[in-house]
């Protein structure tokens, strides 16, 4: 595995082993000991959620200010521009964002600490996602900032407009969103 840090230190992007030859690839997708001892990273994942987004989607930028979520995601097929944002109050990266592509060629992994906002644009025709969370969703504690404020600067790859949920749509500004301390 290989681990690499990106501008904000707590967000890795993570490259599995891969084996491969003519019949096909197999790779290990994720070992809680070999995650802890290549990252630090210790943690009891809850849950895995599955997505499939067309071409132009983009979902974000989402966080739980409580049950706040840890996650660790890839793209299993087709690709993403995938997000973390630092919405930490306290920390010297407080607004800053990374973002990488992820996809079921390249195989590379993000993990999303808690404190950190998450979202993703879809690149391909459709893509399918796959997150493991460290708490379980809670809807009651679910924040969404809006995926284009200017505070943030994200550049998104975008191709015209992107496709929004009507919650993304209204999302808040991060000046005025409930962020952690």
């Given at each position: 595995?290989?681990?690499?840090?990106?501008?904000?230190?707590?967000?890795?992007?993570?490259?599995?082993?891969?084996?491969?030859?003519?019949?096909?690839?197999?790779?290990?997708?994720?070992?809680?000991?070999?995650?802890?001892?290549?990252?630090?990273?210790?943690?009891?994942?809850?849950?895995?959620?599955?997505?499939?987004?067309?071409?132009?989607?983009?979902?974000?930028?989402?966080?739980?200010?409580?049950?706040?979520?840890?996650?660790?995601?890839?793209?299993?097929?087709?690709?993403?521009?995938?997000?973390?944002?630092?919405?930490?109050?306290?920390?010297?990266?407080?607004?800053?964002?990374?973002?990488?592509?992820?996809?079921?060629?390249?195989?590379?992994?993000?993990?999303?600490?808690?404190?950190?906002?998450?979202?993703?644009?879809?690149?391909?025709?459709?893509?399918?996602?796959?997150?493991k969370t460290?708490?379980?969703?809670?809807?009651?504690?679910?924040?969404?900032?809006?995926?284009?404020?200017?505070?943030?600067?994200?550049?998104?790859?975008?191709?015209?407009?992107?496709?929004?949920?009507?919650k993304?749509?209204?999302?808040?500004?991060?000046?005025?969103?409930?962020?952690?301390?």
């Open positions: 595995m290989i681990v690499t840090p990106t501008a904000l230190p707590e967000v890795l992007v993570i490259e599995p082993k891969v084996f491969g030859d003519a019949r096909g690839f197999f790779y290990e997708s994720y070992n809680r000991r070999t995650l802890r001892d290549a990252t630090g990273i210790d943690v009891d994942f809850v849950q895995d959620n599955h997505s499939r987004s067309a071409q132009s989607v983009l979902r974000g930028l989402h966080y739980q200010l409580e049950q706040a979520q840890g996650k660790l995601v890839r793209a299993t097929v087709g690709s993403v521009f995938d997000v973390a944002v630092d919405i930490r109050k306290q920390s010297p990266n407080f607004g800053r964002w990374v973002g990488v592509e992820l996809s079921a060629e390249n195989k590379k992994m993000m993990w999303v600490p808690p404190g950190f906002a998450h979202g993703f644009l879809v690149l391909s025709d459709f893509a399918e996602f796959l997150y460290t708490d379980y969703y809670a809807p009651q504690h679910e924040r969404a900032i809006l995926w284009n404020d200017p505070a943030i600067g994200v550049q998104w790859p975008l191709v015209g407009e992107p496709l929004l949920s009507s993304d749509q209204t999302a808040q500004r991060l000046q005025d969103a409930e962020v952690f301390p």
